[in-house]
């Protein structure tokens, strides 16, 4: 019915030197979408995702976003051209305030007016960070350094944003409020590409998901069938 594809793998391996993490993969990604990638440990999560945001090449294959192969470019440009990753853990700058790492996840930008109101609605969708704004940021517990990376790169205003493990180390009820607010996110038009080792919350708001085994694609389907599959409820979640 006429659906936007924004992002799509072409066949896409990735090496490092001679170990294969990511094989043959193909994805399609459409606007507007919160498209989950699960798979255990190991899997090449987060090397794809690394890929889609130009910090490491492909050995072969594309990575084409909104129509244009973007493989090859640097990480900064990719940045402007509407791709923005919260990558994993407290990958922050942890010596920085919480402001400080705000303004940097808006480095690649000139719109001032735009800039502050990206900034205000942050702050609204984690209001967290604004009681925290001039708290350096390794202070902070391990899910407001999530929170904070989530919303940095947010601040890039990008069309789609990669997710990596958001919700890692997080206790359970703010587990509950970044998976909310990734839902409040893909409300404002933002696609989502989401890698969770969390694959029940991440395939109860998703709407579609790819399930990568030791760097293949193992299945994928809409989010609410893989919850109703026995081997990926069995793989995957624990068998719920
Ligand atoms: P996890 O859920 O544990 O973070 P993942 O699915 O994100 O896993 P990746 O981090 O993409 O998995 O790793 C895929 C494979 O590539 C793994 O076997 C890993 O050991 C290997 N790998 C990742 N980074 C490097 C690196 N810098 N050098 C060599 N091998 C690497």
Request: net charge positive; charged share 20%; aromatic share 6%.
């Given at each position: 019915q006429g659906k936007e594809v924004i992002l799509q793998l072409d066949n896409l391996s990735v090496s490092y030197g001679n170990i294969a993490?990511?094989?043959n993969l193909s994805m399609t990604v459409y606007a507007g979408e919160i498209v989950t990638l699960i798979g255990s440990n190991g899997a090449g999560k987060s090397t794809t995702l690394r890929t889609i945001s130009g910090l490491l090449r492909p050995k072969s294959g594309d990575v084409v976003y909104e129509g244009k192969k973007?493989?090859?470019?640097?990480g900064h440009d990719v940045v402007k051209l509407g791709i923005s990753q919260s990558p994993?853990?407290?990958?922050?700058?942890?010596?920085?305030?919480v402001s400080e790492n705000l303004d940097l996840g808006a480095?690649?930008?000139?719109d001032t007016a735009k800039i502050a109101e990206d900034r205000e609605n942050v702050l609204e969708l984690f209001p967290r960070l604004r009681e925290r704004i001039?708290?350096?940021?390794?202070?902070?517990?391990g899910g407001e350094q999530q929170m904070l990376a989530v919303a940095r790169a947010l601040l890039g205003d990008p069309r789609l944003l990669l997710l990596d493990e958001?919700?890692?180390?997080?206790a359970p009820v703010l587990v509950d409020v970044i998976f909310e607010t990734i839902e409040k996110i893909r409300s404002q038009g933002v696609t989502v590409l989401l890698v969770e080792q969390n694959a029940l919350a991440a395939l109860e708001i998703a709407d579609y998901a790819y399930v990568l085994e030791s760097g293949r694609l193992n299945t994928e389907g809409e989010a609410s069938m893989l919850l109703d599959d026995p081997s990926v409820t069995a793989a995957y979640l624990g068998g719920h």
């Open positions: 993490a990511v094989q973007i493989n090859g470019i640097p994993e853990g407290r990958k922050i700058f942890q010596r920085m305030t480095f690649t930008r000139k001039s708290q350096k940021a390794g202070t902070m517990s958001p919700s890692m180390g997080l």
